[in-house]
């Protein structure tokens, strides 16, 4: 079988390497750290019945084989910094998945990227870490993959692609990534912003509450001009019942501006607003949460 890297041993690429392991008992997989940067070699992955399994990697950080098959799950502004060390072990033909938040980093790494080969992905899966090595699967959603227009997979790329999510028609994907970027867009930044929990963007009345709805306003004026095949017209309710599904949690951009570490805010409300720009439309609501948060963590550093 072919071999099969891991590049952002966070929380999906952990899960995905786990469900690889539990698809394939022979199937070497191998991760790549940053250089120098010291990292376990064996996790364990608790279930929803708290039962651990054991996940075992290979460090191949100083490896120099070509890379066959690599799977992306750091965050999205981590990603270039992450990929470069081991662009010249990728050819034009190493199949390259991206799972992650946010949109426009296939784009953004193109010009170090010499595979041709791409696939897309998104999840709703929910794992968090609660010690170095030990990663807890708290909700079992679903992942969808989606080759990109041009990209053909084998049937062992089908196989191993298979064992950690479902593959989908690209068009059914782009829809997937346009509404939670949508989602994530009204929810993460303002919990950031705030610092609270996904549930005070539901509780109306609060400032948080009654941002997330201005920009729910103003992403579905954009995805109504731009993306008229994607209905956004709930968004804002959506956006309350998600925001309240997950009342207990913090969001991913909340937790970096508390570690004082940068966010995914670009790739986010920075793509939209880049999407409203190009059409002429008004991101005020999207600019000024991009300001705020990146003022949020400058605070941070300095406290």
């Known amino acids: 079988m072919m071999s099969v890297h891991i590049l952002g041993l966070g929380s999906i690429g952990l899960l995905s390497s786990f469900l690889l392991q539990r698809a394939f008992r022979s199937l070497v997989i191998r991760f790549l750290p940053r250089p120098s940067t ?3 070699a064996a996790y364990t992955m608790h279930d929803a019945n708290g039962r651990p399994q054991a996940i075992d990697l290979v460090n191949d950080a100083n490896g120099t084989n070509p ?3 690599l799977i992306i799950t750091t965050k999205a502004h981590q990603t270039r910094a992450a990929l470069k060390p081991y662009v010249t072990r990728l050819s034009a033909t190493t199949l390259v998945t991206f799972i992650q938040n946010g949109m426009g980093v296939v784009e953004s790494v193109r010009d170090v990227l010499p595979s041709q080969r791409i696939v897309l992905g998104t999840t709703t899966h929910a794992v968090y870490r609660s010690h170095t090595d030990q990663y807890h699967w708290v909700f079992d959603g679903d992942t969808f993959l989606a080759p990109l227009r041009t990209t053909l997979l084998s049937p062992q790329e089908t196989e191993i692609l298979s064992s950690i999510g479902q593959l989908i028609p690209f068009p059914a994907l782009e829809k997937l990534l346009y ?4 989602l994530n867009a009204c929810i993460n930044p303002v919990t ?12 109306e009345g609060t400032p948080a509450h009654e941002l997330a709805m201005r920009l729910a306003n103003e992403i579905h004026v954009i995805y109504s001009n731009l993306h008229p095949d994607i209905d956004v017209s709930r968004l804002g309710e959506d956006v309350a019942k998600l925001a309240a599904n997950t009342g207990s949690n913090t969001s991913s951009m909340l937790a970096d501006i508390i570690n004082g570490k940068t966010t995914e805010i670009d790739f986010i409300n920075g793509y939209i607003i880049k999407m409203g720009q190009r059409a002429g439309l008004d991101v005020s609501q999207n600019e000024m949460v991009v300001q705020k948060v990146k003022e949020s963590k400058d605070r941070t550093l300095q406290t």
């Open 38 to 40: 010291p990292a376990p």
């Open 67 to 69: 890379i066959e098959c």
């Open 179 to 182: 509404r939670k970027l949508a």
């Open 192 to 203: 950031a912003i705030y610092q609270v929990h996904n549930a005070e963007v539901a509780r």
